[in-house]
């Protein structure tokens, strides 16, 4: 097996990683049957991908083993995003589904511990000719056996088709939403579309929220720390009133 790199991860701050936690948590609650996860939004931009890798990079550290599919085999941009490096030519999906390569051709051992990649390959006009043949869902099915989770990275359900394709193949589907960017009836008709094809949403990520004002960061940082605090007194002063009693 291949190796690669990803040399362009950007740090998170402290509120979107605890998102990130958040949601890569109620993830695994989700169900011992949710194990091959479409991730998508409604448009492009919205920080589907930034999503999917960092789902990617949680979920490993947590201890379960991860592969992420770059299923946008039309406009993929994880390999200069986020600076891949491997061997000279980096082979995928699309060659896989057009015939061209082995399953083990395609899937890359990341940098990151518990985590694999596989890329989008070359990419192609006619990718919903090549999602709708057999071999795709052959894939993620080898795969989600191999692995504790396959999350794929797909394109926007409200751009082109084969989001929804992938999806009919997926046990559930999270949409990546940007706040403030999307209109209720354009979310409304992506859930629709996903919801024909018979796989579960699981969720909506609202995505890009930025805080309005300083003192609105103030505020979040100094609740969350006085709740820790709090406990800890609460620890350290019945300590303490033990220790006077055993004297």
Do not use: W
């Not at 600076?83 to 060659?95: A, F, L, Q, Y």
């Not at 192609?124 to 709708?132: E, G, I, K, Q």
């Amino acid at each position: 097996m291949s190796k690669i790199q990803f040399t362009h991860f950007n740090p998170l701050d402290y509120a979107t990683q605890e998102a990130i936690n958040t949601l890569c948590t109620n993830l695994t609650f989700s169900g011992a049957d949710k194990k091959k996860i479409m991730i998508t939004s409604c448009q492009s931009h919205e920080g589907k991908s930034m999503l999917s890798m960092n789902i990617m990079r949680t979920m490993s550290k947590l201890g379960k083993t991860v592969v992420l599919i770059d299923g946008d085999l039309r406009r993929s941009q994880i390999i200069s995003k986020y600076g891949v490096r491997g061997p000279e030519k980096i082979i995928g999906m699309s060659h896989y589904l057009a015939g061209q390569a082995t399953l083990n051709d395609i899937v890359y051992e990341t940098d990151i511990p518990n985590a694999y990649f596989v890329p989008a390959g070359h990419l192609v006009s006619n990718s919903l000719a090549l999602l709708s043949a057999k071999l795709f869902p052959q894939l993620l099915d080898e795969l989600a056996a191999a692995a504790d989770y396959v999350i794929v990275d797909a394109p926007p359900v409200g751009m082109i088709i084969d989001a929804a394709e992938i999806a009919k193949h997926c046990d559930g589907t999270v949409i990546a939403c940007q706040y403030n960017a999307v209109d209720r009836k354009a979310l409304a008709s992506v859930k629709l579309q996903i919801e024909q094809t018979g796989c579960e949403i699981l969720g909506v990520v609202l995505n890009q929220v930025s805080f309005d004002t300083t003192a609105s960061k103030r505020y979040y940082y100094k609740s969350y720390y006085y709740k820790y605090d709090q406990k800890y007194y609460r620890a350290d002063r019945k300590h303490a009133e033990s220790a006077a009693e055993d004297k």
